[in-house]
């Protein structure tokens, strides 16, 4: 069933009787049907159609003032709406002003992070150089060693044979010595002592000569 305005003018009287605020929602609970925007729409024709300084429109007693009476409260419940509304934006806001306070906090907290890391890194880098540095000046220093060592391991070698050729060269001429004096001294029983300076040096000389 279609709503009139008679209904909607009659609510609100009951409304305004009872004490009660006649808001839109308030009218459409009392009549139990129709939609708040047909309401609103009944509500706002009967302002319009009902001027108060034309004399030749009939307005049911009252009507007039239930009509300013709904509309004002319609107009409070539309500004407490608003003011609802704007005190969830502002929250809303404060709420995004902090959380963007708090994210440019932790960037700047993560910028100072990736700075230090970066000269941690730097430093890091260059301790690595210089263990590099210095791994291959031990790498050097031990060919160095390592050369040297074959050298003196063929000095070694050429200074040994040289001691065994002059090893070999005394026992030979030892036995040459052996062989030439031994037997001139067999022959010459009475012969000079052998501590005589001029006697031929004997077999006991020659060894300590040697």
Do not use: W, Y
Not at 100 to 113: G, T, Y
Not at 123 to 149: P, Q, S, W, Y
């Amino acid at each position: 069933m279609a709503l009139t305005s008679e209904q909607i003018v009659s609510a609100v009287d009951t409304l305004n009787q009872r004490g009660q605020t006649p808001t839109l929602r308030a009218i459409r609970d009392l009549l139990g049907t129709g939609s708040l925007g047909t309401i609103s729409r009944i509500l706002r024709s009967l302002k319009e159609t009902t001027p108060a300084d034309n004399p030749r429109v009939t307005v049911p007693p009252g009507v007039l003032r239930v009509l300013e009476e709904a509309f004002a409260a319609q107009e409070r419940q539309v500004r407490g709406g608003l003011e609802e509304e704007r005190q969830v934006e502002r929250r809303q806001s404060e709420a995004l002003e902090e959380e963007n306070l708090r994210l440019a906090s932790r960037i700047v907290s993560l910028e100072e992070q990736v700075l230090q890391m970066t000269e941690e890194r730097q430093k890091g880098e260059g301790r690595i150089d210089e263990i590099r540095r210095h791994g291959e000046t031990l790498e050097r220093a031990l060919e160095r060693e390592r050369e040297e060592r074959l050298r003196a391991e063929k000095q070694a070698s050429v200074l040994e044979g040289e001691r065994n050729g002059l090893l070999g060269q005394m026992a030979d001429l030892r036995e040459r010595l052996e062989k030439t004096i031994l037997p001139a001294q067999t022959t010459k029983k009475d012969g000079p002592s052998p501590d005589d300076p001029g006697s031929p040096p004997s077999r006991k000389r020659i060894r300590r000569l040697t």
